[in-house]
């Protein structure tokens, strides 16, 4: 996947100005920034939710613009952030809807479709609630089905709004391991907002920053993840600390209470 020069308005309020990012297979990029710096709207486009004003997205090479829907379906899965989704449906419903641009016109789920889906459903710790309704699930199960859902779509490529909100502390750790993983076992590209820096550091092989919907910073996470550049952009005292496992970088808020 390759975006370039993307510059995105919403009427006269320009979100994303010439923004330029290139995904490559097996590789987990964490897509990180301050509330309002322009996250989901990169997403958004990439996924061609929102047309931009101007710049391209590829995909495979091709020009998402000139693909028809089914064609951007069969390459990219979207995990969004805080979609409406039907109550009454049961987990298992929700996440063949993964399937639907594998079907014919008219067609229903086959065998090939449970399977993909029951698959998805146990990679996210999701398969015992197969039967339950979205509308009585809590918002981290509902979450982790929506995941469920985007791996059960076999794409190539994932984009995830903020996968691990809602998530508890174990659940959020699993979901980017499942996301690594992936990458590395399947060759899957995995463009990730993550919320959490500490988290997106831990799981991530490189960090596209954003501030005022321009990119400020991409590498891996030591040289994105520093003291001074968190201090402009999120305008906070960060300590930024080493894993003592891994040496990735730890934040940790100043403890000054005075």
Wanted: charged share 20%; with cysteine.
């Amino acid at each position: 996947m390759d975006a370039r020069g993307l510059t995105v308005a919403y009427g006269p309020r320009v979100v994303l100005s010439d923004v330029s990012l290139s995904l490559q297979p097996g590789r987990l990029l964490g897509l990180v920034g301050p509330n309002g710096s322009g996250k989901t709207t990169l997403i958004r486009a990439i996924s061609g939710v929102v047309a931009p004003r101007a710049g391209e997205v590829r995909l495979a090479g091709d020009d998402a613009l000139r693909l028809s829907a089914r064609e951007v379906a069969l390459r990219t899965a979207v995990v969004p952030q805080n979609p409406h989704l039907p109550p009454a449906f049961t987990a298992l419903e929700l996440v063949l809807m993964g399937r639907t641009p594998h079907l014919g016109l008219l067609a229903a789920e086959g065998r090939a479709d449970v399977e993909a889906s029951r698959r998805a459903m146990q990679a996210t710790d999701t398969w015992e609630l197969a039967g339950r309704r979205i509308g009585e699930l809590s918002g981290g199960e509902r979450q982790r089905v929506l995941v469920a859902r985007a791996l059960a779509q076999e794409t190539p490529l994932l984009l995830l709004d903020e996968p691990t909100a809602h998530l508890d502390v174990g659940h959020q750790a699993a979901t980017l391991r499942l996301m690594a993983r992936l990458c590395r076992s399947e060759g899957k590209a995995v463009l990730a907002a993550i919320h959490d820096l500490t988290l997106a550091a831990q799981f991530c092989d490189r960090l596209v920053m954003l501030h005022q919907g321009r990119v400020v910073a991409e590498g891996s996470p030591m040289e994105v993840l520093t003291p001074d550049r968190l201090r402009e952009v999120y305008g906070a005292t960060l300590h930024v600390l080493a894993h003592p496992l891994t040496g990735r970088p730890v934040l940790a808020p100043d403890g000054d209470t005075g």
